[in-house]
């Protein structure tokens, strides 16, 4: 049982590019979340969603779109990559809506020069 | 104000003492996660709960609805026990979270 996979582990990125951040999960979670957690500001909720076809933004979603598929995925994608944006993203879901325990993935380290 | 706030920042500790770490939150937090963050950056749910009381092994997690107050509790602290612990509380469907309590066990 995987849990939930994100990747990559690390990825440095230029001023203007774009990628994606990929997570996965195989537990059939419909909730699902990213956020990101920067040294003395906490975790912050960029977005989140409650099943396929279903996403909102949380407290921090400029910049960032995401889209839901699939129950699996929840790909998170960077239009244009700004240094504002280096941090260290995190996926997780959980059975409900929140109201269950979280999953989390290992984490992504994101600079973006 | 954050709608939610722990305390204390940063606790260090003797090996076997009692721990307690605070989390307050506001009005319309309708459930509470705790969370551990290890040294190397993984991040585990250690309770979720919306009333009473949680005990896994040493660990006990409290909520008291009324005060809008909740406690992690580490019973015989050890040293594997040092991370940061994060409280999230759950406001509709989206989860807001306190800054963490770093915890230092020393041996």
């Known amino acids: 049982n995987a849990g939930v996979t994100q990747t990559p582990k690390f990825q440095v990125l230029k001023t203007g590019q774009s990628m994606t951040l990929q997570c996965a999960q195989d537990m059939n979670h419909e909730y699902m979340s990213w956020y990101r957690q920067d040294p003395g500001m906490g975790l912050r909720l960029i977005h989140y969603s409650v099943g396929a076809g279903i996403t909102d933004q949380g407290e921090v979603p400029n910049g960032y779109n995401v889209s839901r598929s699939t129950t699996e995925d929840f790909p998170l994608r960077l239009l244009s990559a700004a240094p504002s944006q280096t941090s260290v993203y995190f996926c997780a879901s959980s059975r409900g809506q929140g109201n269950s325990p979280l999953h989390f993935g290992n984490g992504t380290r994101l600079t973006v020069t | 104000k954050n709608e939610v706030e722990q305390s204390p920042q940063n606790l260090t500790a003797q090996e076997g003492e009692f721990i307690t770490i605070n989390c307050s939150y506001s009005v319309g937090i309708s459930a509470l996660h705790w969370l551990q963050q290890h040294p190397g950056g993984g991040i585990v749910s250690l309770f979720m709960l919306s009333s009473g009381k949680k005990k896994h092994g040493r660990l006990i997690a409290t909520i008291n609805i009324q005060e809008k107050h909740s406690s992690l509790h580490i019973t015989a602290s050890h040293p594997r026990d040092s991370a940061v612990y994060i409280c999230?509380?759950?406001?509709?469907?989206?989860?807001?979270f306190g800054q963490g309590t770093r915890l230092t066990i020393n041996p």
């Open positions: 999230a509380g759950l406001r509709g469907q989206k989860l807001v």
